[in-house]
């Protein structure tokens, strides 16, 4: 059963924002200025009795007084007048209604819960189709819409559902900062018509998307869940945060999406048989977008590890270990051009490759690792920058930003896809931690998939790699 | 058995550095330079017979002319001339000699183990203490010692062991990063005579140490060890990373400091029955250690959670739960507290508090965290800070910064530990980045235990609180 075309949903021609407010502060005013500061292209309407003009647009009374077609109104008023809205969309042969309005079924409240079956009964009744309510709606930097004016303009092919909104925010202000482009983003909150399931499989099909992530607390038709979702990860990568797993993550759900969270256990084994990827924390779900976006998906498990000190080679091992990644010693070649160069370190080096032993060589950690990337003996890698030891030589940002170069080169020749890690910027002197921004920045500007730690990297691995 | 007294080892009187260099990009000369940088207080001694002065300070031929008493020699040279080092230090009744020097038993060749022997056997026989080889040595910024020029000078009392070098930079500049102030650190790397063991057990008894952290890959006298944690995890906090856990690891270990890693459920049972905290990696290790350093040791485990969003509530609640942390509903009074000024709320809100749900009820997260805490009804707190919302609304820096003064009022007053959780700087756009880079700043120098995730809060509480 294919879904709706939800196509005018993320790329409406023309938007109405019901409840637009001069209000500066006002989350009325902030839908009708991020289509202003995202150059949306079609008509915006604010809807406002007592307003001329929002945020540079002409201001109407009602909905029925707009002059023009409109795909999707988003309504910011408070819960009770919202069926009149819908009777209004209805009224305009307006398919789409985001309702930004909460306080309905989430609270608890018996009234709430009456109210918001209402407005699903109507919207059915008269054709519209709802994304919300309690959500923040549709951010779609390539269709210039988006749910809050500082968001992010670069547009890419990661979709991303979320049942929270300020998890949304986050987790599209974080993943940009990673190097992701996102598409198609929706929060959906309380799921009343517009469900993740159909959302999942809507977006199987669309060509604009080519990564999947979701946050989901809880959802009300879990067989259509299933569906949605095994349909999209038989055609692309899907990653799904559960929410809501513990008894007490639960409680929190259902008071803040009136989700009906479900098992722990009896959702990794749906998610599991769909062929998703579950990541467990918002961090896990950024690091496996960021991997499934920004790397080709690994053939096996055999990584190449190289680079920081032998510390950072033991707990590199341990971590790829602890993710089921194998580690096979270097291949005979790999050591045969070691014992040419460097004949003491050819019985010492080993998978991870210690950069410390290397010094007077020679050799690099890049150039071992591009040997062993291109040694077939490898199906994925992990490059440590180790940056920490550069910044206590001389002349630390020249060679720092040296062994980056060459790790670029590296990377860009390697026929395995290979993460990097680089650390977060924890350190107290000011020109060690703009330094170490700047290479961050400039390496995921380059494409690269870079991670804080070795375990991060390793377990984004491990969840893609082919068992 | 009380140890030696280790004093002289942190605190020398007077150092000489054998294998001091003018070479600039050296170890030989960032030893000499560092006890400049630190202004440490007693003679420097480098010796070079083809140098005068290296970093400031006159140099000299060989160990034996130097005009004073010496309790310190580092060693830099390379490791066949160490057995002349030895009978120097024997000679000049010079108690203690690190030895930088590496190449020896970590190779795996075995020439390089008998000298290593052979070294142990004439410290023994001379009474000359080794820390070392193939180690960074002392770091001990209230002594004015350090074994790199670029090292934080904040003193504090967190110890910190390490059997590799370039971890124990990182988890030094990572850790004062993060509000740690240092006391004694030592990189013992291969562990040849003072084994972490010792080291442990006299830290036990010394004053300026209140935390004690060490990375250890494998010990060869496991006795010894566990021994002398238990002394130590007996008087205060110790958390304790074990490397090489995994047999990967474990191979890795034994070619980067010649260590017998052992079997990890083995490691996880010792460290456990001496009453030692477990790291499971650098990240873990850090986040207890300030835990352990910056906050309260927790009396239970009823968590009081605050702030954020609906999704960060609902993914506190599941983290904070996967720890083995209680989540108590709001008790009565708070409650009825909540009922006076928003009568709509009091059957709504819970713990973790919805910081969204709170918005035109005259209360605020940090309000709620603040009567949570006073209540009795929690035995620690974690405040989700939540910037992602500020920085969409305007004047966000103005909001973001009051938001934090009152939290830091709400944890000063508070007869819990509270930690506070502000994320990653993981955004592209400067002013919001440069703002919460700042915001970060001022709540580690006001002294609070600041996390990038609530997960990570929850598990250094969940293994600091009593079970």
Redesign the interface.
Known sequence: MPGQDLDRLFSPRAVAVVGASTN??SPGH?YVRALREFAFEGEVYPINPRADEIAGYRAYPTLGEVPGAVDLVICCIPANGVPGVVDACGDGGIPYLHLFTGRLS????ADAAALEAEIAEKARARGVRLLGPNGLGVYHPAGRIAF???L?RTAGTVAFL?????????VV??G???GLGFGKVANYGNGLDLTPGELLGWLADDPETEVIGA?V?GVADGRGFYEGLRRAASQKPVVIQK???????A???A???AALAGEAAVWSGMLRQAGAIEAH???QLLDLMVAASLLERPRGRRVAVAG???????????????QGLA?PPLPADVRERVAERAP?LA??I?N?V?Q?ILAGSGLSANGMLAMMAGSGAYDLGIANV?E??F????EAEGRLRHACTRLQEAIAGSPIPIAVVL???????EW?RTLVDSVREELIEAGLAVF??V?RAALAFGRLAPR
């Open positions: 500066v502060d902030d989430e609270t608890g409240d809050r004016p500082d992010p979320s049942q929270s909104g300020n998890n949304a925010v986050e202000i974080r940009v900062a990673r946050y607390e929410a809501g797993r513990s008894a007490e993550g409680g929190a759900a008071s803040h999406t924390s918002q961090e920081g000190g032998g510390g950072r080679s033991v707990q590199s091992a341990d971590a790829c270990a602890a580690l003491a019985d010492w080993r991870p210690d410390s180790g920490e030891w910044l206590g030589r001389p650390g977060a910027t924890e350190m107290t002197v060690q804080p730690t375990e």
